[in-house]
């Protein structure tokens, strides 16, 4: 029960109160890049979850079972951004395989998960944190993804109706995006105070 | 030969400057965004951060345009970000030993510099194509252009948010701080802003 607590705790605090996108300003390139329509951030969105959860989990058992024992940590950089190049390789031949359609409706955006600061940030963050079980490593990676994937679908959401409204022609684009995150930013302080 | 030598001048002076502000990494291109809004609730960081980014940017230009003819197409963005990691990992060890407290204010947004956008763009577009002159240049221009830019926002927020620069008093007493400034939001809001009033420049201009 303790157990679960905890897992429970660390899911909702990773997905709501320390939102990677909107907290800690990572995976801010994709956000204000793809984020056009709903249907391609949703994909977008489980494909970074599918490579944050796995790289997470990944670099989590390298870095304690490996890195930390032998004194190795000078390499964990390298090694992290090894492991996430690997991981996305894995998606984009998955994808490419399975999903055509979606494959080719990425482009470009695909290889560039590789860059996507929040998964290299999340996995850095797992250490910072001091996550100590294999099982609260998974569980807050997957939140992460999750947490992104509901950022970026909000986002994608309030763009489409933005196209329709009557935006000051220096604001257009980049800068009125950048300002509705902002205080879409403000809407999540509100969940600051519930867990630590 | 003198009007070469003066050709090459002008390419260099023009790739120096471009980074500066036609092409400016953050204002025109909008690469670099994490760590634009991560880093500038107070101007020191903020310098801090630039620097590391100009020492990553010029080493790993110098080192992909020396191996520009060895890269394979489908290996290249590999051999990238191994080469700007490596980088990284020295300027962040750098950063523990000499500047524990700023080592320790930056926290994990040193080693994200790896998957900052604006050095594989650079490394892309311009040390895979060029030679390392020209490389080297663009590096310094990119990333003077992106410390000027951090620091701008930097010093706008800091100054709203405490109302303080480089943590020393300027505002008169009167002046209430705005918190919110410090925050998430005040970081979009501020560059938001920024933007639009970078775009109104440029667009009397044209």
Redesign the interface.
């Known amino acids: 029960m303790e157990t679960l607590n905890v897992l429970l705790m660390g899911f909702i605090s990773v997905v709501l109160i320390n939102n990677l996108v909107f907290t800690k300003f990572l995976g801010i390139c994709p956000y204000l890049g793809v984020s056009g329509r709903i249907d391609m951030a949703f994909g977008m969105g489980l494909a970074v979850t599918f490579v944050v959860t796995l790289s997470g989990t990944l670099t989590w058992m390298i870095d304690n079972w490996i890195l930390m024992r032998f004194g190795l940590e000078v390499t964990r950089y390298v090694c992290f951004i090894l492991v996430i190049a690997g991981a996305v390789q894995l998606v984009e031949m998955y994808l490419r395989k399975f999903f055509p359609p979606l494959y080719d409706s990425f482009g470009i955006f695909l290889p560039l998960i590789t860059t996507n600061c929040a998964i290299l940030g999340l996995c850095l963050f797992l250490h910072l944190w001091e996550i100590d079980s294999l099982v609260e490593a998974v569980v807050r990676s997957f939140g992460a993804g999750i947490g992104f994937t509901m950022a970026i679908c909000i986002m994608a959401g309030i763009r489409e109706n933005l196209e329709l409204a009557d935006v000051p022609a220096c604001l257009k684009g980049a800068p009125i995006t950048l300002i509705t995150a902002g205080l879409l930013t403000l809407a999540f302080i509100g969940f600051a105070g519930m867990i630590r | 030969m003198a009007t070469n030598g003066q050709g090459s001048v002008g390419i260099y002076r023009g790739t120096l400057l471009a980074g500066l502000w036609r092409e400016n990494p953050v204002f025109r291109l909008?690469?670099g965004?994490?760590p634009t809004?991560?880093v500038t609730a107070a101007v020191k960081p903020a310098l801090t951060m630039g620097c590391c980014v100009i020492f990553v940017l010029v080493c790993s230009n110098i080192v992909v345009s020396l191996m520009r003819n060895l890269l394979r197409p489908h290996l290249r963005?590999?051999m990238f970000?191994?080469t700007i990691?490596?980088f990284?990992?020295i300027a962040?060890?750098f950063l523990k030993a000499f500047q524990p407290e700023m080592s320790a204010a930056l926290?994990?947004y040193v080693?994200?510099i790896?998957?900052?956008?604006i050095i594989?763009c650079r490394a892309e577009a311009c040390a895979s194509k060029n030679g390392l002159a020209i490389s080297v240049i663009d590096a310094v221009g990119m990333g003077v252009g992106f410390t000027i830019t951090l620091c701008a926002l930097a010093g706008v927020r800091e100054l709203l948010a405490t109302g303080k620069l480089f943590e020393a008093n300027v505002m008169p007493g009167w002046f209430v701080p705005w918190a919110a400034m410090g925050?998430?939001?005040?970081?979009?809001?501020t560059?938001?802003?920024m933007?639009?009033?970078v775009?109104?420049i440029t667009?009397k201009k044209n």
């Open positions: 909008l690469l965004m994490c809004l991560a963005i590999l970000t191994l990691s490596t990284v990992t962040d060890l926290g994990p080693p994200l790896i998957v900052n956008c594989i925050m998430p939001v005040g970081a979009f809001v560059l938001g802003l933007l639009g009033l775009n109104t667009g």
